[in-house]
Each structure stands twice: as C-alpha cells, then as structure tokens.
T-cell receptor, first 111, second 115 residues
C-alpha cells in the first residue's frame, strides 16, 4: 500500500518567517512528488514538482527530496498571510499512475 | 493560461438518482483523472483515462461509476445510483502526454450533495 504521510498541523508562523512543511512516503520505488496548495472549499493548486534528490527552488518556495530517507519537504520563505492554506503532498509512484495524496498540513501565517 | 473547467459547480440530488459531472480538460492534455475529496478527508483517486479507455481505477470506482469522453473536449463521470456517502467534492485533473513532467492540473471541482 503506497502511503503519503503529513503532519496535519496546524502550523502557525509569523508573517515574514520561513514555514517548513514535511512529508514522508512509504514506497522506495517512487518517481515524483508534488506540493499542492488548497484553500478552503477550493481545488488543489500545483505549487511545485520535484523528481530528483536535492533542492528545487521557485520564487519563495523550495522543495527538497531525499529518496533514501523517503522524505519530501516544502519551505516557504517570507511567509505571507495569503499563504495560509492547506498544503497537500502527493506522490506519483510510477510514470502514469495516479497521485497519492497525504491528508495535508494546515498552515496559518499570522500578520 | 489554459485551465481545466468543471460543471456544475454544485449538484444536489436525491439518493438513488443518477448524476453526470462534466469536465473540459486542458486542450493538449491526453491523460485525464477523477479524484474525490470527502469533507475533511484526503483527496482520493477514482479513475484515470487515456486513449479513450480506463487505464487505472481504484476500489472506490465500482459498477456505479462510469467515465466517458463523448467528444474531443468533454470528459464525464457518471454515478448511476447515488448514495449518501457519495457526497464529496469531485475533481477532474489532466496532464500532458510524454515521459514527463507528470504534473496534473485540477479543475475547480463539483460539490455533490446527496440527500
């Protein structure tokens, strides 16, 4: 059973701080990982994808993947109140297979 | 920017009735997916569709569910006889063909309420 696990939070950070969101997965044979942002009542919005070990940066967001430790993280620098949302970690465990989602971590950025 | 669209945004139905949820994937995408999210729970995969046939389905996707691509743009999910537990947000997603990237883009969802 392929699983993606996340701490449900809530994670509260002050405005301007770095928010760190973490995710672990159960299957060593995995292809790619994604971070989605989901506002309440809305659909998942893709923020980052990462396929290789290491870091990938896009603006204020950095995704980190460590396949040996089966660990994915998302760092949000200079957090803004508009970043307050639930962040979903998802894995695609082979090329065309569907995404397996974690339960999501609720982030609250306090102004 | 191209996006996935879904209709209706909200569907209310009586238990036992049939519903059809509609999606228009991004135009050059060839892989299509339906996911659902029960309130407060994780997003769950239902079915994937490629080259006019189902490529994978989950345990949730039983005989009450079916998918169709009736024309070159629409992708539909039909629930034949709805149950109370089918109440959820239903999301359509699509991605482009090829070995990568595997990024899936989600539509805004249809909120299905079964009474």
């Amino acid at each position: 059973q392929k699983e993606v696990e996340q701490n449900s939070g809530p994670l509260s950070v002050p405005e301007g701080a770095i928010a760190s969101l973490n995710c672990t997965y159960s299957d060593r044979v995995s292809q790619s990982f994604f971070w989605y942002r989901q506002y309440s009542g809305k659909s998942p919005e893709l923020i980052m994808s990462i396929y290789s070990n290491g870091d990938k940066e896009d603006g204020r967001f950095t995704a980190q993947l460590n396949k040996a430790s089966q660990y994915v993280s998302l760092l949000i620098r200079d957090s803004q109140p508009s970043d307050s949302a639930t962040y979903l970690c998802a894995g695609a465990f082979s090329g065309n297979t569907p995404l397996v989602f974690g339960k999501g971590t609720r982030l609250s950025v306090i102004a | 920017e191209p996006e996935v669209t879904q209709t209706p945004s909200h569907q209310v139905t009586q238990m036992g009735q049939e519903v059809i949820l509609r999606c228009v994937p991004i135009s050059n995408h060839l892989y299509f997916y339906w996911y659902r999210q029960i309130l407060g729970q994780k997003v769950e995969f239902l079915v994937s569709f490629y080259n006019n046939e189902i490529s994978e389905k989950s345990e949730i996707f039983d005989d009450q569910f079916s998918v169709e691509r009736p024309d070159g743009s629409n992708f539909t999910l039909k629930i034949r006889s709805t149950k109370l537990e089918d109440s959820a947000m239903y999301f359509c997603a699509s991605r482009s063909e090829g070995g990568g990237p595997y990024e899936q883009f989600f539509g805004p969802g249809t909120r299905l309420t079964v009474l």
